[in-house]
Every structure is written in C-alpha cells, then in structure tokens.
C-alpha cells in the first residue's frame, strides 16, 4: 500500500490514533496537547505543538518524516529553521538524530492504522470526482453541515479578493466596482469579460446622466458595446441608436470596444448578448441608487424585485437587431435574478461588511444564501448522484468549492471532510 509523508502529516493533524499510553522512542510517556497548525511554507511541519515528554512540558515545532534519516537526507541538520523542533514524528525510526544545536530529538513512532490507509488509497486509485463517491454520503450530516460553512466561507473570501482588485482599480469607488461586477454577471460565464470591459469603458457618471431615458441609456451602452458597428443598414431602432450614439461619443469622447468580443454561439436566444445588455439598460434605468438600496434592504423578496427588468418594447419582437422574434415580454427571468444574488451580491454584501466592519452586513449575505434554492448544474447534479443534497444556495456554493478546490485537482487530504472519510 502507498504511504506518504502527506498521509502521515494528515493522521498527525488530525490526531487519528489512540492518543492513550503513548512513549518516545526512549521510553518516556508522550502526551499530546495539540500537533500544532501544519505549516505550507518553508521550515518545520507543525508549527506551535504542545507536548508533554516524560515530566516536562514542551512548546515548539514538530516535523514528520516516514523515515527518521530523512532528517539528513532533507538537509534539516544544518537548517537552523530547525532548532525549535520539540518532537520527530516518524513512521519508522532507522536513525537517530540530532538537531542542529547538538540536543538529541525525541522521536515518536506514528501508529496507522492500515484500514485508514487502504481507504486513502482507495481515494487516489479514483480517476472521477468525487474520490469518495462511495463513502461521502456517510459522513454525518451534522458534520457536512459544519464543513459547508467553511466551504461557503472560504468561497466568499475567493470572490472578495476579485472584487477588492476591482475596487482597487477603481480607486475604492464601491459604486463603480458594483456597476462592473453587476455587469460582468449579466454576461454570465460565455459573455462575462465583455459585459466588464463595456462597464469599465462606460462609467456610471456618464449613464447617471441619461438615467432617466431608457432610450438614451440604450444608445450608450450599445453604441459602447460595438455592437451598432456590425452592420451598415438595419431597422429604424438600429439605426436610431447609432444616430444617438453618434452624437453622445462625440460629446463625451467615448471610445467603445469590438463588437465581435460578443458571443453568440451556442447560446440559447434568451442569453444573445443583445438582449442581456437591452435588460441592463433597463436595470440603470429602473434603478437609482442600487448599492445603497442593497444596503439598507434586508428583506429577499425585495432585493429580488430590485433586478426585475424586462427589455424595452422593441426588444419584445427580437433577440438580435433587425431579425424578428416570436411575440413576448423579454424579462430578466428569476433564475437570472438568483444567479446574480448569489455571484454578485451576496459576496459584494460580505466584502462591504468586512471592509465597513459591519458584520450584520456579513450575516446578511450568509443568509440571502440560505434563503435562495439549490443553483442547477452538472456539478449538484453530481453531488446528488453520490447521495449529497444542495438544500438551498449556500449548500450549492458549498458544494462548488469542495469540487473546485479539493475534488478536482484530488486534495482529499486537505479536505474538511477527508477525517470522516478516511476513518470510516
């Protein structure tokens, strides 16, 4: 069976062996207060270990090796990184060893269990997430509801360090970086870059202007978008709004993008580019003071109001410009309401908490996850093939950090449920 020095590193974080009558090498009780925190970086495993060895009490580091002359074949001896070691944690004690102020290190000899071991490598011998397909809807629930909370946590703290590099960008203007990050969800995954490059190159100081004329708002963020550039001729609207447009980037001296950055391939009409940007227009145009409303309203049924739009009425007979559509109302539909809740602002409430040191404001973006359903992908249609149920958004956004960051590239060793897993 393979064993490796990150199996042992795991068992020893997570104290999983008898930690009754346990002896050093040289015959002395051993008594674990706490391994310490495991440290990814250079120098020792463990840093800030408590032990106790026979009568006195130790604080220090502890490093974990399969071999004890792996502290030679690793250069530790010469490493005065290394003096603060209390404890050599070894599989197997060949050589004894010295630290490199000249003390003897004490030596403990790990006990693994070999049940634990055929488990994990029973995990590595997988070749489709999750690993533990077989054994992870036996994990207590009570247990994977603890672990979701650091996963949805930890998603969020991902999300927020985007958002704070816009925010920077955007000299801590929280408006403007709300304006770019509503739009670029607005472009969802295929358009998500263009929809952020057509907010960036069309400042809300400039639609704040025009707020109050859908028209106009129109004009702007479709003459910006590059899109009036693609065809010579259209119909009245089309050629309305290069018109206005015109005369707008002339005024403000507006630059817009390509309009061959959008994509419309492989998308299903109500996602076309054209309409997405129609109803975001019509979001800037409904909607004074959105962030601070966001705020303020604690209340999901009203925050989900706030992003009901429907594109204007030319929009009701078409998807792309001049090429008719069947007859209806071109509303942003309440899937497309929940993914924005969900990726724009509940992580944009978090960082304004944290940043504000408002927690109510944290507390409050936990909980519109807590209040929205299950997202629907192929990644929790997975998770409900293997057992594991999203019950509403948080536990989906959960279930995607656990995919993202320890399924797919295979950390089961640092996952938060691994310890139940593997101890099974």
Known sequence: MMMSEEFLQFIWKNTLFASQGLKTTDGRELVILSPGKLNTDAGP?????????????????????????????????SDGAYNNVVLHVVLENDKPISLPNGNVLPVF????????????????????????????????????????????????????VGIEKLLNDNRNNWNETFHQLLARNFGFK????????????????????????????????????????????GDDYYLNLREEYSYFARKYGLKGM??????????????FPTLRIAQFAALVFKSESLLSKLVEESALDKIIDFFDVKASPYWDTHYRFSLPSPQGEKNLGM????????????????????????????????????ALPAEHNSVISRWNEVGIQAHNAFDSQALIQLKNRYCEPTKCLQCMLSTKVISR
Not at 136 to 159: G, P, T, W
Not at 195 to 216: G, Y
């Open 190 to 233: 295929t358009n998500g870059l263009p929809f952020e490059m057509l907010a960036r190159c069309t400042p809300l100081s400039v639609l704040a202007k025009h707020k109050h004329n859908l028209f106009q708002l129109e004009a702007l963020l479709f003459g910006q978008s590059g899109l009036l550039n693609e065809e010579l001729l």
């Open 45 to 77: 495993d463990f840093f800030n270990a408590s032990v106790k060895i026979g009568e006195t009490l130790w604080a220090g580091n502890v490093e974990v090796h399969l071999r004890s002359s792996d502290w030679l074949l690793h250069g530790h001896q």
């Open 109 to 160: 000899v790990l006990p693994v269990d070999t049940n634990m071991l055929e488990n994990y490598n029973e995990l590595l011998a997988q070749h489709t997430w999750p690993a533990c397909s077989r054994s992870i809807s036996m994990v207590d629930e009570i247990y994977r509801m603890v672990a979701f909370d650091a996963l949805l946590v930890e998603r969020l703290n991902e999300k927020t």
């Open 258 to 271: 390509e309009g061959y950055l959008w994509k419309f391939m492989r998308l299903r009409p109500a996602n």
């Open 335 to 370: 899937a497309s309401r929940n993914n924005i809740i969900i990726n724009t602002v509940a992580p944009f409430l978090f960082l304004y908490g944290e940043r504000n040191n408002i927690a109510l404001l944290k507390q409050r973006a936990l909980e519109l996850l807590e």
